[in-house]
């Protein structure tokens, strides 16, 4: 079924990026390690699954000492939390993102690009015959002691408003108990269209980091 690919497809792309990691201590290129990544991590989905349609969306952190870098493929949000307000990192690859950004760069006309942005779709997946570019911050994210980082995936942003995070991320709990709240409030909505959705918060703490 569809929803078994879908998974398949997120597990090889969470292994793959592991597995490219798992020699480093530190990344000197983070830039460069996340697009080696990822396109591996797409190659192996593809080999994978053949001619069954398929993909996964993925974002990636990495955290050295007070910077952040991420990466993301696909419509994956990264926001910090910081004082009580979420600040949001990523744009997420959607199509109107991504058709407003060849716009600029002079690869699509006006109309193109109004075309694209009406039509909403993701195509910038891993495993899918579109994936090209992955997004990635051009200046890593200075953090200051007490940062929550979080990766949220659909089902969360399209259910839950920027608001409705912030004020179940303020309160004090640990991060799993946070991210189990936020999961029941999306849950709450009820939509019958709602994607499922994954969270991840990572804290930056006095010097070591917490993640969940």
Known sequence: GIANTGKVCAQIAADT?????????????PAYFFRTAFSEAHRRIQRTIGERRGGA?????????????????GDIRVAVLRGGEL?????GQTMDVLAAQAYEDGKLSRQETIWSMEEKRVWNYLGQDGFHEIEIC??????KAGDKVLLASKGIFEEL????????LIVTASLQELAER????????ENPQKENGSVILIQKAGGINEKN
């Open 17 to 29: 990026i592991l597995d490219r990691f798992e020699p480093y201590q530190e990344l000197n290129n």
């Open 57 to 73: 969306g993925a974002g990636a952190v990495f955290m050295d000492q007070n910077c952040l870098h991420y990466a993301v493929a």
């Open 87 to 91: 600040i949001p990192l990523s744009k």
């Open 138 to 143: 051009e200046q890593p994210v200075r953090l």
């Open 161 to 168: 408003s920027w608001r409705e995070l912030e004020d179940i």
């Open 182 to 189: 936020i999961i029941s409030a999306a849950e709450s909505k």
